[in-house]
């Protein structure tokens, strides 16, 4: 079972990512909407062509959340799917949007993430305190809540830091390396205007002079929260040959979980990214020697170094000299996130890694201006939720 | 702000472990049909989900798989323990457990040096299972 890679990214919408919003605010809905009329507008589509959508939550409902979105939009669909992979998500409802397309339920299907803040509550009532163990849940009977949270293994710098220690003792640990995958992101990131360090490039030495987070991880190697959003519109064949960009056809995908907490990673230093980037490349029938660039979700520089160890563009180990050796810029030899990642233009919470997918789609389209790569028809895009938990990858193509 | 540290709640499920640990033991679920060693507890085997497991006492013995040393606290509940010695311990029987490191001398913390238990009795129901160098 397969896809047949009929199925295309048309058109997509990605909200300027902006450190304080001060612009007028809209509920999740609100933002849900304006994204799909902004991206079905970039396709060269209109609300009527909708017959799917794929969501992850919403801050309006707990539940029932994509016929919530459905009638707000007031547009009836086929196929209705809400994703929960955290980081993960986007690339898991691209391929999704995809596998439904292909299988006749819909033929435009809308994949949104609204990353703005909301109009501020009159009647907000008491802080919950237990919000500061953000993705790790305290409900009775939580794994987390017992055998986690007790101790402190909360939020996502510890877990990360424990990789990257762990790393360091099985292979070694260059910080310098490190540094320059943020210095040649972050290049490409200051000739991005979406990117909240457009203009902004560092060097090495900023880098490794940031403040130290938890060891060995520095301010400048984490994301910072910013405000963001973005949605994409995946169409089948008929429709993406008659809409305005180059078709960004999804030839291949692949996604593996293996745990929650990374406690219970059976090895830390080979992530679930591996066999889902093998079953990708697999279905598309592309080899890795093909990719004209990686869109690696970039939550940490770690996430980066064993993206690109697992999915196989270099051996295991051999990272940290692969860095050293290429030019990861739009300019380089071996583009690593052409838009700045995460790392350039911030994380809109759970929309950060739809941007690696849509500047997968802008340099395919051939619409990323003066970070435009000279050949772009094979693109490699990676997700990645929580703590390398749960993990996903996608094959684009330009024919 | 309630930031009480968010002690365990012990469930039907998992209150041998923490009756060992107030008892100062290292109680662990094995597997009466494959054998496999658990944690956390639970009510299948992760490896075969047979529903048939004991517990045994184990010595709590292990190694340090990797930690970190943080500098900001990774909750608001935490702030006092900065810097927090967060660590993952695999136990000689095989099962990994987070913990945190009890150590004077972050510079001694070794990946792979041999840790041993430190039975910390945080209130009168709840005992944490940390851990020291060996």
């Known amino acids: 079972m397969k896809l047949e890679g009929k199925a295309a990214i048309v058109g997509y919408h990605e909200y300027p990512h902006i450190r304080k919003y001060t612009g007028k605010r809209k509920f999740t809905l609100g933002q849900w909407a304006d994204l799909t009329r902004l991206s079905l507008d970039d396709a060269?589509?209109?609300?009527?062509?909708?017959?799917?959508?794929?969501?992850?939550?919403?801050?309006?409902?707990?539940?029932?959340?994509?016929?919530?979105?459905?009638?707000?939009?007031?547009?009836?669909?086929?196929?209705?799917?809400?994703?929960?992979?955290?980081?993960?998500?986007?690339?898991?409802?691209?391929?999704?949007?995809?596998?439904?397309?292909?299988?006749?339920?819909?033929?435009?299907?809308?994949?949104?993430?609204?990353?703005?803040?909301?109009?501020?509550?009159?009647?907000?009532?008491?802080?919950?305190?237990?919000?500061?163990?953000?993705?790790?849940?305290?409900?009775?009977?939580?794994?987390?809540?017992?055998?986690?949270?007790?101790?402190?293994?909360?939020?996502?710098?510890?877990?990360?830091?424990?990789?990257?220690?762990?790393?360091?003792?099985?292979?070694?640990?260059?910080?310098?390396?490190?540094?320059?995958?943020?210095?040649?992101?972050?290049?490409?990131?200051?000739?991005?205007?979406?990117?909240?360090?457009?203009?902004?490039?560092?060097?090495?030495?900023?880098?490794?002079?940031?403040?130290?987070?938890?060891?060995?991880?520095?301010?400048?190697?984490?994301?910072?929260?910013?405000?963001?959003?973005?949605?994409?519109?995946?169409?089948?064949?008929?429709?993406?040959?008659?809409?305005?960009?180059?078709?960004?056809w999804i030839k291949g995908f692949g996604e593996h979980l293996t745990m929650k907490t990374p406690t219970f990673a059976e090895d830390l230093c080979r992530s679930p990214v591996g066999p889902a980037s093998s079953k990708a490349f697999e279905m598309a029938g592309v080899t890795r020697s093909e990719i004209d660039a990686c869109e690696i979700y970039d939550c940490y520089t770690i996430t980066v170094l064993l993206t690109l160890e697992d999915a196989g563009f270099c051996e295991k180990g051999e990272g940290m000299e692969f860095i050293r050796s290429h030019d990861l810029s739009c300019f380089g030899d071996f583009p690593v996130n052409s838009h700045g990642g995460q790392l350039g233009m911030g994380q809109g919470g759970g929309a950060g890694g739809m941007t690696q997918v849509i500047e997968g789609a802008r340099q395919i389209m051939g619409r990323a201006e003066k970070r435009q790569l000279k050949r772009c028809d094979h693109v490699y895009v990676s997700g990645t939720g929580g703590i390398m938990s749960e993990q996903a990858a996608l094959i684009l193509r330009g024919d | 702000m309630d930031l009480t540290k968010p002690y365990p709640i012990a469930t039907p499920e998992t209150a041998p472990f923490w009756e060992g640990l107030r008892n100062e033991q290292v109680l662990l679920q094995r597997c009466d049909d494959c054998g496999t060693w658990i944690f956390y507890p639970r009510s299948n085997c992760p490896n075969c989900l047979s529903t048939r497991l004991n517990w045994h006492q184990v010595s709590g013995e292990g190694t340090l798989y990797t930690f970190t040393v943080t500098r900001q606290a990774t909750a608001p509940h935490f702030v006092d323990e900065v810097p927090q010695l967060i660590a993952m311990i695999d136990l000689n029987e095989g099962v990994r457990l987070t913990s945190t490191l009890v150590a004077q001398e972050t510079d001694d913390l070794k990946v792979g040096a041999k840790v041993t238990p430190v039975f910390d009795h945080v209130s009168a129901d709840v005992t944490l299972l940390r851990y020291r160098l060996a």
């Not at chain 1, 086929?78 to 391929?95: I, K, T």
């Not at chain 1, 993430?113 to 305290?138: A, C, E, H, K, T």
């Not at chain 1, 320059?180 to 200051?190: H, I, T, W």
């Not at chain 1, 203009?199 to 994301?223: C, G, N, Y």
């Open chain 1, 44 to 248: 060269g589509l209109e609300a009527r062509d909708i017959n799917g959508i794929v969501c992850t939550e919403i801050r309006e409902t707990v539940s029932f959340t994509p016929a919530t979105i459905v009638e707000y939009l007031g547009q009836p669909v086929n196929f209705a799917e809400r994703v929960d992979l955290g980081g993960a998500s986007p690339v898991g409802m691209v391929w999704r949007a995809a596998a439904a397309i292909e299988l006749g339920l819909a033929d435009v299907v809308v994949c949104a993430l609204p990353g703005q803040p909301i109009p501020s509550n009159p009647n907000p009532g008491p802080v919950d305190p237990r919000r500061f163990f953000q993705s790790s849940s305290v409900n009775w009977g939580s794994p987390q809540a017992e055998f986690e949270i007790p101790y402190g293994n909360l939020a996502q710098n510890c877990g990360y830091a424990m990789i990257a220690q762990r790393y360091a003792a099985e292979y070694g640990y260059d910080p310098t390396a490190m540094a320059k995958l943020v210095v040649d992101q972050r290049r490409s990131g200051a000739l991005n205007p979406n990117a909240v360090f457009y203009e902004k490039p560092v060097t090495v030495e900023d880098v490794l002079a940031s403040k130290l987070v938890a060891d060995p991880l520095r301010m400048l190697e984490i994301v910072m929260p910013v405000a963001g959003g973005a949605a994409v519109i995946v169409a089948s064949e008929e429709i993406a040959n008659r809409c305005k960009h180059r078709p960004v």
